[in-house]
Structures are given as structure tokens and as C-alpha cells.
């Protein structure tokens, strides 16, 4: 490796904790939170997240695995780590990884998300799932192995962008209702059923952007007639924008839109 690539290889890897100390975060290992503990460790977690919550701070997890289960994102929860360094790993407990039920500016950033391939319980389930989360933002992460979805978004607004999703055993990203989502530079492959669903329970309104993903190897496990295998599925989600994306080896389509009207491909 050259000095260039050197450099540029140390910043990328500095980037989001350096991002996260400049927003005054707080360390996870700062309150008691052990990098790489066989132990589960989701309350333990669960205090830290809701403490630098509450004081509007993110919460940055140094380089390591934690293990935990049915993590809550309350209102201005941030959690930010190393990208390909900072691990949560599902622990199997009934649920999720991560869930939100409401609020405003929860972010991740840099995070990997390990889902070690365990179910998920609940409808449009996800490792990540997040309900009615306003200005949303997932940046540079990696999510890998989910039992169902690896992101379900439901009536959330934001960014979901330059992250990986691979492995999930239903969609790479389930967006539901969403309220003006993008959804940009991510990277999504090896997924049993979709790559990028934008979905609503009926028709109305959606504007979600999908724009600038690479889609690859999307299977269509639970068969139908197009339902699934896709790598781009809308269903009557008006409104919604795709470009400029690149896709190869769906099962079914590249791009489907199904009731969907004023959709721009």
C-alpha cells in the first residue's frame, strides 16, 4: 500500500468517530460497556443509549463486538462506530436488533449490524426496524445476515445512505408509508426476496428517491409471480424516483412498480 492510499484508508476509517467527537459524544466504554464481552450486553447498552440520548450527544462504540438484543432508539438516540470495526451482534432473544417506536434525529453511523442469521419476530420485521421516525439517518454501515429485512422503515422520512446490506433473508430495505425517504449509494446483495422494497398500504403519496444503489444476486425464496425476486419494487408508492442505479442477477425483474402512479424511472 502506498502512502496515499495509506492516508486515505486511516481518514476513511477516522471519519465517523471523528464526526461523532465533534458532536461532544460520549464514549460507550466510558459507561461500562465492554468491547468484545461474550456476556450479553443490552442493558447495559440500553442505559448508555438512553443517557447520551437524553443529553442530545451521540454515543460512540469504540472497535469491538457487543452483543445485545431488542435495543430501543429513543428520541435523538446517535449511535456511531468504526465502520468494519464497531459490531452489534443479535444475540437470538425473541424480537430485533434495533427498534424505534416514534420520535426525531436518530441516526447510525458507521455501525455494523450482525444479525447471525437468527428469526425475527413480527410483520415486515427487520434487524433494524424503525416506525415513524422523523429525519432519520443511516450512514456508512453495514448490516449482514438478517433473519427477515435488514432495514424496515416504516413511515419514516430521512436517509438511508452508502451502507451495506447483505445476506438478508427477505429485503435488503423494506420501506413502508414512507414520508419522503432516500435512499442513495448503498450496496445491497445476496438477499432472499428483494433488494429495495418501497411499499404502501395503499395508495397515496410516497416521493421515496432511489437512486445510486448497486443491486445484486436477489432471490425470490418465497416464489409468486413476481412479487418477489426483484431488485427494485414499488407498490403503489406515487411519486417515488429511480436512477441511475446498477442491477444484475434478480430472480424476477430489475425494476418493478406495481399500482404505482407518476413513478419516474
Known amino acids: ?39 450479553d450486553q443490552s442493558d447495559a447498552l440500553q442505559r448508555a443509549i438512553d443517557h447520551a440520548a437524553s443529553d442530545r ?3 460512540f462504540l469504540p472497535p469491538g463486538r457487543y452483543t445485545a438484543a431488542n435495543l430501543r432508539l429513543p428520541p435523538h438516540a446517535r449511535l456511531a462506530g ?10 437470538g432473544a425473541p424480537g430485533q436488533l434495533l427498534r424505534a417506536d416514534g420520535g426525531a434525529h436518530i441516526s447510525l453511523d458507521g455501525l455494523t449490524l450482525d444479525g447471525g442469521g437468527f428469526p425475527l419476530r413480527g410483520n415486515n420485521t ?34 438511508v445512505a452508502r451502507s451495506t446490506i447483505t445476506g438478508a433473508g427477505d429485503a435488503g430495505i423494506f420501506s413502508l408509508d414512507g414520508a419522503g425517504m432516500t435512499l442513495s449509494e448503498n450496496t445491497i446483495t445476496d438477499c432472499g426476496n428483494g433488494g ?30 413476481g412479487q418477489n425476486g426483484n431488485g427494485i419494487n414499488v407498490y403503489r408508492g ?6 441511475d442505479n446498477r442491477m444484475a442477477d ?3 425483474t430489475a425494476v418493478r412498480v406495481n399500482s404505482g402512479s407518476n413513478v419516474l424511472v
Open 1 to 39: 500500500m502506498n502512502r496515499r492510499a495509506f492516508l486515505f484508508a486511516s481518514a476513511a476509517a477516522l471519519a465517523a468517530p471523528a464526526r461523532a467527537w465533534s458532536m461532544g459524544a460520549v464514549s460507550a466504554a466510558d459507561l461500562g460497556i465492554r468491547p468484545d464481552s461474550s456476556d
Open 57 to 59: 450527544v451521540p454515543l
Open 82 to 91: 468504526v465502520p468494519g470495526a464497531s459490531t452489534i451482534a443479535y444475540s
Open 126 to 159: 427487520g434487524l433494524a426496524y424503525l416506525i415513524n421516525v422523523e429525519r432519520l439517518a443511516i450512514d456508512a454501515c453495514t448490516i449482514t445476515a438478517a433473519g427477515a429485512s435488514g432495514l424496515s422503515l416504516t413511515g419514516c422520512s430521512g436517509t
Open 196 to 225: 429495495i422494497l418501497v411499499f404502501r398500504s395503499e395508495d397515496g403519496e410516497d416521493g421515496t428517491l432511489v437512486m445510486r444503489n448497486r443491486i445484486e444476486r436477489i432471490g425470490a425464496t418465497r416464489g409468486g409471480t
Open 238 to 243: 406515487n411519486g417515488a424516483l429511480i436512477a
Open 250 to 252: 434478480c430472480a424476477f
